[in-house]
């Protein structure tokens, strides 16, 4: 059973920093490219950043400078630290693997992140 287990959410102040973590199992991790997702209330869900295999990553415009994501194999674990926050940063976030076709993608239950001013 493929299980993403997202932790490390909560309250933060604008320009404080939260560091998220998802852990995977029942997946061969090494070989998943590794995202990290969010969606706002009255939003779609959108993508943060991304790590491949090959550890080349990628980040939305608006959280460039202030997150990164870092993966550990032998940990089986993904990792996005943020700092920096605003209150738009709050949303619900979603860790997220995908191998690629013909492999389905898979999605963590999310964790609160909420950002005050």
């Known amino acids: 059973q493929v299980q993403l287990v997202e932790s490390g959410g909560g309250l933060a102040q604008a320009g404080g920093s939260l560091r998220l973590s998802c852990a995977a199992s029942?997946?061969?991790?090494?070989?998943?490219?590794m995202g990290w997702y969010r969606q706002a209330p009255g939003k779609q869900r959108e993508l943060v950043a991304r790590i491949t295999v090959s550890r080349y990553t990628i980040y939305a415009d608006s959280v460039k400078g202030r997150f990164t994501i870092s993966r550990d194999n032998a940990k089986n674990t993904v990792y996005l630290q943020m700092s920096s926050l605003k209150p738009e940063d709050t949303a619900v976030y979603y860790c997220?693997?995908?191998?690629?076709?013909?492999?389905?993608?898979?999605w963590g239950q999310g964790t609160q992140v909420t950002v005050s001013s």
């Open positions: 997220n693997a995908n191998r690629g076709d013909p492999f389905p993608t898979y």
């Open positions: 029942g997946i061969i991790f090494g070989v998943n490219d």
